[in-house]
Structures are given as C-alpha cells and as structure tokens.
C-alpha cells in the first residue's frame, strides 16, 4: 500500500467521494492524521531490519591520545605527513584549520556549545583535492578554553564519508540513526549483536550501546550483525507512489486509525465507527502477529 491507496481507502471508510473529500478537508490536516496514524502502529509492531557492521578499523598513522587542553587566545598545533584523513573530539567552542604543505587550499571547522565531546572527522583528499602528500599542520584556535581529544591522523581511507573516519580509541562507535546503516528509519535495537570473525559465529559480550549507537572494541575484528526496529518514513504530499514499510497485515488498522483522526474535525458519527472497528481489528491482529519484544541484555554505555 502507498500514500495514495491509504488515502483512497480513507474516503472509503467515510463514504466520501475523492472529490468531496477534497472540498472537505485540508490536506496538511489527512497527511497529519495519516502519520499519527502510522507512528501508533508501528510503535505496536515494528517492522524489523537487519544491518551489518563491518568492523576493521583502520589504525592511525599518528595519533595524540588523551586530551589537550587549548587555552583561550593561543594556537594549539599538531602536525603529521602524508595522510589522508583526520579525526578529533573537541567539548568546547573553538575553530581549527588545516593547511596542507604546498597547496593553497584551506579546511578550517567550527563548533559551538559542545557539552560533551563531539567527534569531528575531516577528509583531506577530498577537501583540498591538490594535496598529494607531505606535511599537513592542524591549528586549534579560538577566544574560549576548549579541551581537544585523542586526535587521529590516517594515512588511509574507507571510504570518502566522513563518518567512516572514527577517532580512535578503544571503543569505535556507529550510529545507526545515520543514513548510512539504517536510512535515517532507525527505531530502537530489536536483537543483539552476532559477530561473525574467521568462520566463527557467536554473540559478543564485550560491546556497548549508548542510544543508537553500537559501540564495538577495536581488537575483536570482525562483520557485526544487529537487528532493529524501522521507523516508518512519513508520508507527504508529492511522494505518495512510495510503498508504506508496514508489514501487509496492518494496512486496514492503519487506514481505519488515520480515518478515525481524519473525520474526528468534522463528523463525529463517522470517526466512532472508524474507532471501534479499529480496537475489534487491532484485537485480532493482536493474536496473530507477535509483539514487540526488547531485548534485555544490552550492555548500557554507562558503566565502561
């Protein structure tokens, strides 16, 4: 089912022409309902994915661990050759730039407010496309004391993504609310994570999870496999073709709690009908479809 088939099921349930529907209601208010409509069910019974991590982490060709303090009004100076990447944490407001030897292009990155530490990668290769190697300086600047962390300089790439260059630590975090791992439709961890390492498969106790971020160590190489709940992207006008990923035994629940918030503005009689025959419909689909469940073992971040 697609935006537009919900639609026309709605005017349906309320005995409406198309055409009279549309005199009727303002769309911004059908498009509302409809996702309301959705949120609710698919809170109830989230459609599950599954996504692969692939976890060896390119170690760092120099690398500053721990953290340094930048003192407000002075420059803080690293220095590293013939790399390609670079990652940093920073909890502060502050500025760097990066200047490349013998080429006249600049990277320069600004933050503000950072209450915790905020990773902030940088692709050289393709920020100033002229470097071919040789010395690369790194100048924190700025009027406020900041503090810097663990900055990781790479003589490789994993990609030309930005998020694919990680600070290095013990721990490398990925975060499946990016669009990257789960298409932005990340909803919340339906299983724990199976790692999967030179034939052997097992489920790893040696991980954390911090929101929608799995954070992996970087000596258990390996594909790390998570399942997770879909949020259901929003259905708006101009892209009503696009099929719902709502499993198919929910499209009658979901049309009849959209048509119930639709004709609840204007025609009470029609909205109980709707209501009431939605509670019998979600009963029934109830015993045949299984309820969320959230796993229970998770390592929380808290407590590393």
């Known amino acids: 089912m697609n935006g537009r088939e919900l639609i026309d099921q709605i005017c349906l ?10 005199q009727e209601f303002q ?67 502050g500025e760097c730039t990066v ?13 503000q407010d950072a209450l915790q530490f905020k990773n902030i990668a940088l692709i050289i290769k393709n920020k100033i496309p002229e470097y071919a190697g040789g010395e690369v300086t790194v100048t924190f600047t700025g009027d406020h004391n900041y503090m810097i962390s663990d900055v990781s300089f790479y003589g490789a790439t994993e990609s030309d993504l930005a998020e694919d260059v990680h600070v290095w630590s013990n721990w490398i ?13 990340f909803l919340g961890f339906a299983s724990l994570p199976i790692r999967f390492y030179e034939s052997n498969l097992n489920q790893p106790t040696d991980y954390r999870i911090d929101g929608s971020t799995v954070y992996l160590p970087v000596e258990k190489e390996g594909v790390y496999t998570v399942e997770y709940y879909v949020r259901t992207p929003e ?18 629940i979901v049309a009849l709690r959209a048509a119930y ?23 029934l689909v109830m015993t045949t479809m299984p309820k969320v469940e959230t796993p229970k073992k998770f390592r929380d971040v808290r407590g590393w």
């Not at 409509?37 to 459609?47: G, K, Q, Y």
């Not at 991590?53 to 690293?78: C, M, N, Q, S, W």
């Not at 259905?235 to 009658?252: Q, S, T």
């Open 235 to 252: 259905v708006k006008e101009g892209d009503l073709e696009a099929e719902l990923d709502i499993d198919f035994r929910l499209h009658d």
């Open 173 to 185: 975090g990925y975060d499946l609310k990016s669009k990257k791992y789960a298409g932005g439709n």
């Open 13 to 22: 349930l309320g005995a409406r022409e198309r055409g009279q529907f549309d």
């Open 27 to 93: 769309y911004d208010l059908v498009y509302s309902a409809i996702n309301r409509a959705i949120s609710e069910v698919n809170r109830l019974f989230p459609v599950k994915k599954t996504i692969q991590l692939i976890h060896y982490p390119i170690r760092p060709k120099a690398y500053h661990k721990g953290i340094t303090l930048h003192r407000g009004g002075e420059d803080t100076v690293f220095n590293a050759s013939d790399i390609k990447s670079l990652a940093f944490a920073v909890s502060g407001t």
């Open 261 to 283: 918030y639709v004709y609840l503005v204007i025609d009470d009689e029609v909205a109980a009908q709707c209501n009431n025959e939605y509670q019998r419909n979600l009963s």
């Open 99 to 111: 200047i490349a030897e013998g080429c006249p292009g600049v990277i320069s990155e600004k933050w």
